[in-house]
């Protein structure tokens, strides 16, 4: 009869490298950190939300608290929404569940890379960018988020470009368009070193 191989106990660690290796939990706080960040930001989005309906039904507060949260200014008294005001609103609001999404990859990928397995392979609810997440495609992700983002801010300053100095369209512009060349440099590096990886 042929012995069944037995799994071999992981070899014990000497104590500055058990040490160092243990240090990564000093991650845990930032993550969680992040968490608080989070919760914020969910908080925020409902006040906004809530505005809006408010400001939609007619209440005048509620109107004002927009038009100086999205930085709106008109010659007129503004008595009620018009479609820049909603647009702008909805624009940021976008912006916070981008944002929150960006948290998620960095909470939920920062822990699972460099900190201690989840073990979600067979939960239903495990995102399917997960299964393969490592330190470089967690990067190229957190870069397309990142434009998604500078987009989206992009966008809510042509739309308000009344309000704005020329020069902050300019340098805004430009902002954004760096940000397309980093990520783009990224996924370039990302691919030239997933090549060499596989020769």
Known sequence: MSKVPQNKPAPSMRSLPNLIFASRWLQLPLYIGLI?????????FWVELVHLVEAAF??????DKLVASIGYKSDVQL???????????????????????????????????????????SHPDQPEWLSHVNASVL?????????????????KTFINAANYDEKVLMWQTLIHVAFLFSAMAIAYTDRLMSHSDKH
Request: no cysteine.
């Open 58 to 63: 007619g209440n005048q507060g509620a109107l």
């Open 79 to 121: 008595t009620g929404l018009n479609e820049t005001i909603i647009m702008l609103v909805v624009l940021a609001l976008i912006d916070v569940v981008m944002i929150s999404n960006l948290l998620i990859m960095v909470i939920v990928g920062g822990y699972e890379t460099f900190v201690s397995r989840m073990n979600l392979e």
């Open 139 to 155: 990067k190229v992700k957190l870069a397309m988020s990142i434009i998604g983002i500078s987009s989206i801010h992009l966008l």
């Open 36 to 44: 608080a960040a989070q919760a914020i930001y969910v908080f925020h």
